[in-house]
């Protein structure tokens, strides 16, 4: 219910409830003769960061560079490359946005990297979201694939349906992805190889912290058959679960996330996002593995404000 009327949400809190709460603050607690005068100043600018967010921060795009080293990385794998791009949340690329859409997909072909990861959240609420974005998406390309895995929206379970119905959206959504030659792993991995050595592409399901997500996450099938000493990249939509399943369940060194979009909203590099999520941005680690949680590229709402999209090149180093 909640991500259907996102937008509406979002107009009465920013443009009604956050500039009155200033503005009713600052004439609480500032000297009457200028309270008010400070609070109307104040008040305008929140009302103006609006439009910058929409029109300008929405558009930025970033490309982030990270290293992770492991003493289990194959030495054939030393310098291997891997784009990470999460949350694309593609319906809201509509018309003349269109153009951000290809302007992600060259960003990312522009790396020029070994693999490309999608983290989850292709879409908003449908299917039918992706229809005129295929062709862009289908562009992507790497040497060894593009890989994805899927998001809460992409099972659309918000829209206001049958679980008949429902399920049967999240099929055509499946079909899309692999219409387009990703390779969509549910619960499932695969190896990618030099010469003699390899590494693991595992993808779990959805599996979220909070009840109202979906849970079809299963760690155990997932890694089926990986041997204990394999170099494992895990894919999983939410960062709650590398804490609550993939620590304890498994040995995945590096697991890649996306979900919380970094709030889309930041002021000094905290955002209010940081209450539901322990990990919400960047690298974790816990002993030598670690959890990187992407801000995502888009957001179901085209807004962001100190919290511009991103793609993350991530180089695997042996230590």
Known sequence: ????????????????????????????????????WVGLVLAALL???????????????EVHQMEFASSDLPEAFDGYRIVQFSDAHVGTYGG???????????????????AIVFTGDLQNLRPDELTDKMDILSQLHAPDGVYSILGNH??????????????KYSQKTQQYERKMGWQLLMNEHRCICRDSDSIVIAGMENWGKMKRMPRRGDV?????????????????HDPSCWREKILPECHAQLTLS??????????????????????????????????????????????????????????????
Request: hydrophobic share 45%; charged share 20%; aromatic share 12%.
């Open 1 to 36: 219910m909640i991500a259907r009327y996102a937008i509406l949400l979002f107009l009465i809190i920013t443009i009604l409830a956050i500039p009155l709460g200033a503005f009713l603050l600052c004439r609480w607690l500032l000297p009457k003769r200028y309270g008010r």
């Open 154 to 167: 992409d099972y659309s379970i918000y829209l206001d349906t049958d679980e008949a119905t429902k399920a």
């Open 220 to 236: 155990r099938k997932t890694m089926e058959g990986v041997a204990p000493s394999s170099f494992v990249v895990m894919l999983q």
């Open 96 to 114: 003349s946005r269109m153009v951000l859409l290809r302007q992600l997909v060259d960003n990312i072909n522009a790396q020029h990297a070994d």
């Open 47 to 61: 009302l103006g960061m609006i439009p910058y967010g929409i029109y300008v921060g929405f558009e930025k795009l």
């Open 258 to 319: 996306g979900h919380t979009h970094g709030g889309q909203f930041a002021i000094f590099g905290w955002s209010p996002v940081a209450f539901s999520y322990d990990e919400w941005k960047g690298t974790t680690y816990e002993g030598e593995r670690a959890l990187h949680v992407s801000v995502g590229a888009g957001g179901l709402i085209p807004f962001r404000l100190g919290m511009s999209g991103e793609i993350v090149v991530i180089t695997l180093k042996k230590k």
